[in-house]
């Protein structure tokens, strides 16, 4: 009798032995596997973030073209403005020149019938003379009763003479003179109005050059629209893996759970007063709520301190850690449950560059457990910081401001 008690409690405690072994190990298995899952959840996630990205330069760069366009057509349509201008002046100076040339005919014809009524009366003159017969001027001259009566004949001769030679000469200049102006006018109206059509081609060829624009942009709108329809699609992907990884964060929160009962029955978690205190020293560059980082509105689960890689990320308060491991967008995580005046809580610390605590082990406040890094969704070195009410059952659960709880 006695010997089957003592074969009973020892395979009493071989049984006790084996499941206080395999129970640390299921758990490590598990924690080991999920953490297999996310990181290949995290490898596409992070080929779907690049490829967002290319598609976001992609479009900017598209924008980017778009603006020079723009600019390029806002400077057709300026010298367009200005060849409008130009044809303007010269459809005025042509009109003046019409004007000169008119006048300068009506001169012309008013000169040429001077002339014209000149020329009648030399030749009703010469007629005169030859219906005279023999008489010539020369008889005039003899024809003088005294020397004083040929002094006078001879220089009213002279006189008619001259003026004849001086009436035909001053015609004649003066119409060489209106034929000059008249040539140059005529060719000044030609210049103008070839001057005129070539304003009109460039005109044609800036319109030209603007509806070029008008079909670019067209094109570019086209493939904008392309580019934008295929991040959405891209996005629409990364919101499924985020799915998939909400499921893991489920079972990663369901062991979190396993652990503070575990903490919690092993007298593990401290209980404590103090409150919370800044997990890190670094400004503040994102608070919590509703924000835009590029992606479209987002929010934002805990606040973000930034400062040099590797500032050194402290306990907030007395507790066990609870998870430390990659975790999808944020990088190096690690998780710390708390006690703090019979309340549960759990603070989050992210994007860490490394950690030196491990799941179960119990932390005092301000204690060092990581260093400031970028890993995960992160354009710079900072911590992110988030508090909870309860375990970690995922972002949004009891999710808290951490203002509320530390001082900046």
């Not at 009798?1 to 032995?17: D, E, P």
């Not at 990181?39 to 596409?44: A, F, H, L, N, T």
């Not at 023999?134 to 001769?157: C, E, K, P």
């Not at 987002?298 to 500032?311: C, K, M, Q, R, V």
Request: aromatic letters at 6%; charged letters at 25%; a positive charge.
């Amino acid at each position: 009798m006695n010997f089957l008690k003592r074969h009973f409690k020892l395979l009493a405690a071989i049984i006790a032995v084996l499941l206080f072994v395999q129970i640390p190990a299921a758990s490590a298995a598990s924690i080991s596997e999920l953490k297999g899952k996310q990181q290949q959840v995290e490898q596409q996630k992070k080929q779907l973030n690049s490829q967002i990205s290319q598609k976001s330069s992609e479009i900017k760069s598209n924008q980017s073209k778009q603006q020079q366009l723009l600019a390029q057509v806002d400077q057709i349509v300026t010298q367009i403005s200005k060849t409008n201008g130009e044809i303007r002046q010269v459809e005025k100076e042509i009109g003046q020149a019409n004007d000169k040339i008119t006048k300068v005919k009506a001169q012309i014809d008013e000169l040429q019938k001077k002339i014209d009524e000149r020329n009648a009366l030399l030749e009703e003159r010469a007629r005169a003379l030859q219906a005279s017969g023999t008489v010539t001027f020369l008889d005039v001259l003899l024809g003088a009763n005294s020397f004083v009566d040929f002094i006078d004949r001879f220089s009213a001769v002279n006189t008619l003479i001259e003026a004849d030679r001086q009436i035909i000469r001053d015609q004649k200049n003066d119409q060489q003179k209106l034929e000059e102006q008249k040539t140059v006018l005529e060719n000044t109206k030609r210049k103008l109005e070839e001057k005129q059509a070539q304003l009109e081609n460039l005109k044609a060829s800036l319109n030209s050059q603007k509806q070029e624009k008008n079909r670019l942009m067209a094109e570019l709108e086209k493939e904008q629209q392309k580019l934008l329809s295929e991040k959405k699609l891209l996005e629409k992907q990364y919101s499924e893996y985020l799915a998939i990884s909400k499921d893991l964060e489920n079972q990663i929160a369901e062991l979190q759970r396993q652990h503070l009962s575990k903490a919690q029955s092993s007298g593990k978690l401290p209980v404590s007063t103090s409150g919370f205190m800044k997990p890190t020293n670094g400004r503040l560059t994102s608070g919590y709520g509703w924000r835009n980082l590029g992606n479209g509105p987002e929010f934002h689960y805990g606040i973000d301190l930034a400062n040099s890689p590797g500032t050194a990320i402290v306990a907030s308060a007395d507790g066990v850690v609870t998870y430390a491991a990659p975790l999808s967008t944020y990088g190096n995580v690690v998780m710390i449950t708390h006690n703090i005046n019979g309340q549960i809580y759990t603070t989050l610390y992210a994007h860490l560059r490394s950690f030196n605590v491990s799941v179960g082990q119990t932390v005092k406040q301000g204690q060092k457990i990581a260093e400031m890094g970028q890993t995960g969704r992160a354009t710079g070195p900072h911590l992110h910081f988030e508090v909870h009410i309860g375990t970690w059952r995922g972002q949004k659960a009891g999710v808290q401001n951490p203002l509320n709880y530390i001082s900046l």
